[in-house]
């Protein structure tokens, strides 16, 4: 009998032992957590569900540790015969929103988007935070390497109900609450509060307005690298009125291997409105080695077999584009900076190529940002082409990296 169990237990697939179970409107949905795959994705997921991680509320900028995922919708679906997903984690339900913080990606392991797996939904490269999505009963290959899986759905019962939130389509499933339990020893080991994840904070300092010309929020103490700072503001007080202030957003990111950067002050807004109320919050992200902007900086990314180097002027709002082709044929054109965005472990630079053919006109190009040298930058880019019957599509992926 001893002789059979083993061989039972030899091959038998290995299960996880840290589960997360989705209480929801359709039914249960076990998972199975690889937080040896995932630390990070596992690590956040967690303390997000169980409320011990503090978070940037995208509805009025508060700062809350409760449970993130109660009451949030299943937003997305796709319900094709080769594209089957459920994706959620957004609080206002559009897909724009996240926790007020981002995570890097996590590839270094042999899962796959076979069907049923748990995996975090992004916006390029290195820009994890609270979204998620379920495969359905199709694999998705093209999420290979783009969307880091940490979970795994292998009960019939719980792949069902995904297969159920997947037809019922958005806004039909609602996530009840998402209970957390750990079966072995592995799993009673892994601390959630160890993985080097962001931490929310309520900055210290005090305001300096001029009206009309000025409100500046004057930090103390100081932000520094990879710090990001957001603010909301109402003129009311009223539930409904606070709306976060995309020009107030400040990253701080990493500069010359010799200087660590400090900013003690950044701008509100023009202090315009007879009266204002803010509501202020620092994301600190640790390991951040992404720029705050291009200005004199190279970066230099794969299209195919091509190298694409964009030189920047002292401004970072254009330059100079090199293009060196497999042929070894070189050209040169003019480029412009139409936005630029950057995070703590990312940027997205949308930049017309002048001169180019259609194809290559627009890029919007999406840069993780991975590690760094004393010289360089190093990560991995997405970049989408214009089109103006489809605006952005994907267009080519491939090694990036940016001077310091």
Known sequence: ????????????????????????????????????????????????????????????????????????????????????FAQGGSPTGDGSDGPGYTFKDEFDSPLTHVPYVLSMANAGPNTNGSQFFFTGSVSQPTFDNVHTIFGLVTDPASRSVVDAMIAAGKNATTINQINIARTDAAAQAFDEHAQNLPVVFQPGGHVTVIPGVSA??????????????????????????????????????????????????????????????????????????APSDLANRTMVIEIGADQFSYEFNPQGSGGFLTIMYESGVEEQYPFTVIDFLSGAHNLVAVVENVGLASQYRYFRIKVGCDTATSSQINGRHATDTYNPLFPWIPFEAGLAAISR
């Not at 949905?29 to 994705?41: D, K, T, Y």
């Open 216 to 289: 500046i929020w004057n930090l103390h103490p100081p932000m520094t690298t990879g710090d990001v700072f957001h603010a909301f503001r109402s003129t009311t007080l009223a539930p409904q009125s606070w709306q976060e202030i995309a020009s107030a957003e400040r990253h701080v990111g990493i500069s010359t291997a010799f200087l660590t950067p400090v900013v003690v002050s950044t701008a509100l807004d023009n202090a315009a409105n007879p009266s204002a109320f803010y509501q202020l919050s620092v994301a600190s992200h640790p390991g951040s080695v």
């Open 1 to 84: 009998m001893k002789s059979i169990a083993l061989l039972i237990a030899l091959i038998s697939p290995a299960h996880a032992g840290l589960i997360a179970t989705f209480q929801t409107t359709q039914g249960d949905v076990v998972v199975e957590l690889q937080h040896a795959a995932a630390p990070q994705a596992v690590a956040n997921f967690i303390t997000l569900a169980e409320g011990t991680r503090a978070w940037i509320d995208p509805r009025d900028g508060r700062i809350r540790k409760a449970p993130f995922y109660d009451g949030i919708k299943i937003h997305r679906t796709s319900n094709t015969s080769n594209f089957k």
